[in-house]
Antibody, heavy 119, light 109 residues
Framework: EVQLVQSGAEVKEPGESLKISCKGS????????IGWVRQMPGQGLEWMGI????????RYSPSFQGQVTISADRSINTAYLQWSGLKVSDSAMYYC????????????WGQGTMVTVSS | QSALTQPASVSGSPGQSITISCTGT?????????VSWYQQHPGKAPRLLIY???NRPSGVSTRFSGSKSGNTASLTISGLQAEDEADYHC?????????FGGGTKLTVL
């Protein structure tokens, strides 16, 4: 079964760092893009950026450039989203999602990781 | 880029058809044939319903259909069922970026 499994919910304080993960299975991880999408409570989806694990080619939304870092470790089929200094406004659900090469859609989604930032 | 514009909510009775619109500009939607629609039930991850404007992935009901005219894409759900009650998100894919709509809550009366 093709799936993306994300790491568990996180509760952090402002200023802390965080790295959440997304592990792919059931397919060739290096041949598909992995995107990250933010969903704030009661809001729509926001595209944050995308990485191609095969060569680590990474693109960011201008809204998130410099705010987060997207990376991948193809040896363990895992992509990451990290912050170096969390803000209360980073509290949201974060989804990873797969984009097949040569297409422009996201066909498989992870279950989501809830990040809560509070003092 | 700003989010694509979707109605906040739509509703319909079982068996009826409804249409959800998704409006952008020529630079973020109109010039491209890459529009997707996603269904999201409460507390769940989005699920792909439509890609490349009007294509359905394997396993998606034929009751879901997509179209595009100019700068507006549309998702039509025919024969509404209670299980269709969910949020629906459109997405467009200009080069090197992705833009989503604000989401539409569908209520089945």
């Amino acid at each position: 079964e093709v799936q993306l499994v994300q790491s568990g919910a996180e509760v952090k304080e402002p200023g802390e760092s965080l790295k959440i993960s997304c592990k792919g299975s059931g397919y060739s991880f290096t041949n598909y893009w992995i995107g990250w999408v933010r969903q704030m409570p009661g809001q729509g989806l926001e595209w944050m950026g995308i990485i191609y694990p095969g060569d680590s080619d990474t693109r960011y939304s201008p809204s998130f450039q410099g705010q987060v870092t997207i990376s991948a470790d193809r040896s363990i089929n895992t992509a990451y989203l990290q912050w170096s200094g969390l803000k209360v406004s980073d509290s949201a659900m974060y989804y990873c999602t797969r984009r097949p090469t040569g297409t422009r859609t996201f066909d498989i989604w992870g279950q989501g990781t809830m990040v809560t930032v509070s003092s | 880029q700003s989010a694509l514009t979707q109605p906040a909510s739509v509703s319909g009775s079982p068996g009826q058809s409804i249409t959800i619109s998704c409006t952008g500009t020529s630079s973020d939607l109109g010039d491209y044939k890459y529009v997707s629609w996603y269904q999201q039930h409460p507390g769940k991850a989005p699920r792909l319903l439509i890609y490349d404007v009007s294509n359905r992935p394997s396993g998606v009901s034929t009751r879901f259909s997509g179209s595009k005219s100019g700068n507006t894409a549309s998702l039509t759900i025919s024969g509404l069922q209670a299980e269709d009650e969910a949020d629906y998100h459109c997405g467009s894919y200009p080069p090197s970026t992705t833009v989503f709509g604000g989401g539409t809550k569908l209520t089945v009366l």
